[in-house]
């Protein structure tokens, strides 16, 4: 950018600034909700609940469903984007 293009375009330097800090606020969240860890270890604790018999058979399956749905979700997400 040359000097009269960022005096020209200065009155924008604010909303420039507001779209940057959205736009690592939306990456953030990004990485938050599609982190597969906290998935992984709420499925481990649905198995340990079965284990325990705190659940029955039926709600296990249904919830190791949704746990597993959103795992797939989560993977199909990141390698979209590159992710490991």
Do not use: C, H, K, S
Request: glycine share 4%; proline share 6%; net charge negative.
């Amino acid at each position: 950018m040359g000097l009269l293009t960022q005096i020209v375009t200065l009155p924008l330097a604010p909303v420039r600034g507001v779209a940057w800090v959205m736009d690592r606020v939306l990456e953030a969240a990004e990485n938050e909700y599609y982190d597969p860890e906290p998935v992984q270890r709420e499925l481990a604790a649905l198995e340990a609940q079965l284990r325990a018999g705190e659940i029955d058979e039926e709600t296990f399956d249904r919830r190791e469903d949704e746990l597993l749905d959103r795992l797939e979700e989560i993977r199909a997400f990141r390698q979209e984007r590159g992710l490991p």
